[in-house]
């Protein structure tokens, strides 16, 4: 693997690198990665350019080891042109297998939701949908939790659009022998989630990782941690179930989104 160190956590012995695909095995993404021994990460700084083997053992356990510093250079902020440079690179990198694009028809699957309703992923069609994958017991500000934010913000402005008003938030969990119908439920409370407009899911983890697949969502449990190793992907579903885009990582804006959006009706 060849990436860029975005941030260490020593305590955790974690650290998220942005990197490029990996051949035949995963995509270009930003994610945390963890390592046997904080000492194999206590020297990175932010910005290092490092070189590093990917260990993935039966079971989902993954971390790093022979991470070497090659180089280093600035860490580009969240704006629009990272976010372009980083889909290009995305789409010239090898494509996971099913990876959906633009045009392609979503996938359906049953699912669970906050109330312990079943729900069809398609019953959202007849109005366009926000969707984002991640897991309540994420420990990483910037990763889920941004997500849920970045979600709250939307929800308010999408009531402020007339035309947006249908606009429906979907979060799955990927961790659903943690994120229960009954811990979505706390959880959605806690974000300020109006049932009427943002629905959390989740339900048998096959389904949930076939979906997740398709959308670029990639999560692995690193043995023996509550820690789940994981990308971002958040993706708009037009009121046909049709894919029309994702965001890599976490540095999209909902204004960058609401612009998408508005641009879906026209
Ligand atoms: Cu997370």
């Given at each position: 693997m060849q990436g860029q160190v975005i941030s260490v956590a020593l305590e955790r012995k974690e650290t998220v690198v942005k990197h490029e695909a990996i051949a035949g095995?995963?995509?270009a993404m930003t994610m945390p990665y963890s390592v046997r021994d904080a000492k194999e990460i206590s020297?990175?700084?932010?910005?290092d350019l490092i070189t590093s083997t990917l260990v993935v053992e039966d079971g989902g356990s993954a971390y790093l080891r022979d991470i070497r510093i090659v180089g280093d250079a600035p860490l580009e902020g969240p704006s629009a042109a990272t976010t372009a440079a980083a889909s290009s690179k995305l789409s010239d990198g090898p494509r996971a297998p099913n990876l959906l694009t633009g045009g392609d028809t979503t996938p359906d699957a049953t699912f669970v939701d906050q109330d312990g309703k079943a729900r069809d992923f398609?019953?959202?069609?007849?109005s366009a949908v926000v969707v984002t994958f991640i897991y309540?017991?994420?420990?990483?500000?910037?990763?889920c939790p941004l997500m849920d934010r970045h979600f709250a913000t939307l929800q308010a402005r999408l009531a402020e659009h007339p035309s947006l008003k249908s606009v429906h938030l979907v979060t799955i969990s990927f961790d659903p022998s943690t994120d229960t119908p009954e811990v979505l439920k706390r959880h959605a409370t806690s974000v300020g989630a109006d049932p009427t407009r943002w629905t959390f899911l989740t339900g048998d983890q096959a389904d949930i990782e076939a979906l997740a697949g398709r959308f670029g969502v990639f999560a692995m449990r690193a043995k023996d941690a509550a820690d789940i190793t994981h990308n971002l992907r958040t993706a708009i579903v037009d009121a046909n179930g049709v894919f029309v885009k994702a965001y890599t990582g976490?540095?999209?804006t909902p204004e960058q989104l609401l612009a998408d959006l508005t641009s879906l009706g026209r």
């Open positions: 095995f995963m995509e020297a990175l700084q932010p910005g398609a019953s959202f069609r007849g309540t017991k994420c420990p990483l500000p910037t990763f976490n540095d999209w």
